[in-house]
């Protein structure tokens, strides 16, 4: 993919409207006789077309909030709405929906099927899908076309995400979620990884939420969430994102 917008074209992203909608969402878990408060009054949106990184140590909340945007998990209380749809009302069948047409997940350890070559590990997603992507254009798209008849075994870790990625985008969803997706990889992979995703934001228009512990990669963001304790405790804009290339950790 091409090396995407300089930064000095990054816009703001206050008067787009919200693809999702967080309205004083909360979650407690219950164990044993423990009840452990894991998120308490997160309010935020996320912005149609945004590159938004989401940023917290272990513990903060972080993957909590993305099983509840992905529609894995309900709140214990709180609003969670996609467009005009209230997902916490949803039922079953709607939410299911809402997974396969709404939202990709790119995860830290790729969860490909073994036994199918990349190409098939992208074509089952497009399956379930109501209007997919042509399967040999995304493995173009990602750099892998010359590798989809490789098996997971026969790819790098680097490789391997890109199929990961490629997996959720074939689907065509108007959001992105990416759990520490580069945290599995080397720096320098992982810099092709985090570049492939803004590539995937910037020309696609995609709406990417990255989550992760890594403060640097905050850097690349449209906007910033920082998470600690289950709260959110600061949220910033980011007028200049730094490319990919730039970034160092």
Known sequence: MSEGLPASAASTFTDKPAVLSLRGVGKTFQMGEVAVEVLRDITLDIRDGEFLVMVGPSGSGKSTILNILGGMDQPTVGQVAYL?????TASNAELNQYRREGVGFVFQFYNLVPTLTAFENVLVSTEIARDPLDVDDVLGKVGLADRKHHFPSQLSGGEQQRVAI????????????????TGALDFETGKKVLRLLVDVNREMGKTVLVITHNVAIAAVADRVVHLRSGEIVQLEENDTPVPPEEVVW
């Open 166 to 181: 490629a997996r959720a985008l074939a689907k065509n969803p108007r959001l992105l979620l990416c759990d520490e997706p």
């Open 84 to 88: 005009d749809q209230d997902l916490t």
